[in-house]
């Protein structure tokens, strides 16, 4: 009898064991390369973004964002690193403004707000037309590599290298520096209506330039903004293809006399 009991418990047990329905280990979703690296990218966007925000208020947060995606580019890429420095220009406002800014983006914090002139062969008070041809005497878009520095015509410089082709790529040969001048007063933009001009280089006040150059020299970033429709559609580096490319590497630093 007890023989009889413990058998048909048994089958019992056998039969609800085997009406437990069978669970499938869920399947693991394939992430296509560089999908994580590129999520990772966006979520410190878009902390950077805050940070900058409340570092620099008036400046324009789609520039900032328009600033921080080509950094992230230039990243992957290759062309900087996590800790390159950003100096962001505005130049669709006008040159009395204050539309430079420049980022510690290790911490991040601003280190500098400030007034830069534009060439004067691309307008007057506000800036509209740009160009990467020598001659021009046109200041130039996208994103730059900082590199050495120098002491030349307008004491001590910065040279910059254009990452962008067809939009900025010529700014060496172009002679396109980062230096004082005189003309960037703003006590005189109030006589005038406007800053004095440059050839098509980013000028400074002299009082601040030395120590500006200084942040930026050796392999920082610099991305100068204009709601130029050609420019931002064709930009390499505002719609990245995350994939580090050989030939995109920053250009080699030159040796400084400094």
């Given amino acids: 009898m007890r023989r009889t009991f413990l058998l048909t418990a048994t089958a019992l047990l056998a039969a609800c064991v085997a009406d437990v329905p069978h669970r499938t280990p869920p399947a693991q979703v394939a992430v296509p390369a560089g999908s994580a690296s590129m999520a990772g990218a966006t979520a410190s966007t878009s902390f950077l973004l805050g940070a900058l925000e409340a570092a620099a208020p008036h400046a324009d947060p789609n520039v900032l964002n328009l600033a921080l995606k080509a950094r992230t580019c230039a990243i992957h890429r290759g062309a900087a690193t996590q800790d390159s420095r950003l ?7 006008p040159s ?15 280190l500098f707000d400030e007034f830069v002139a534009h060439g004067r062969g691309s307008g007057d008070n506000l800036a509209r037309v740009f160009s990467n041809d020598d001659g021009s005497l046109q200041s130039s878009l996208g994103l730059f ?13 910065l040279r910059m290298d254009g990452l962008e082709p067809g939009i900025n790529d010529h700014a060496r040969s172009r002679a396109i520096v980062m230096h004082g001048a005189w003309y960037v007063d703003p006590l005189l933009a109030l006589k005038q209506g406007r800053l004095g001009r440059s050839y098509g280089c980013p000028a400074l006040r002299p009082q601040v330039a030395h120590a500006v150059i ?6 920082q970033l610099l991305f100068a903004y204009y709601p130029d429709h050609g420019w931002l559609s064709r930009s390499k580096f505002l719609d990245c293809n995350p994939t580090p490319v050989a030939a995109e590497q920053a250009p080699p ?3 400084t006399s400094r």
């Fill in 253 to 255: 630093l030159h040796v």
């Fill in 214 to 219: 200084d942040s930026l020299k050796q392999g």
């Fill in 96 to 110: 009395t403004e204050r539309r430079l800014w420049v980022f510690d983006m290790r911490t991040p914090r601003l």
């Fill in 87 to 93: 100096a962001v220009i505005d130049y669709s406002r």
């Fill in 145 to 157: 590599a900082t590199a050495e520095t120098y002491d030349g015509d307008n004491g001590y410089s």
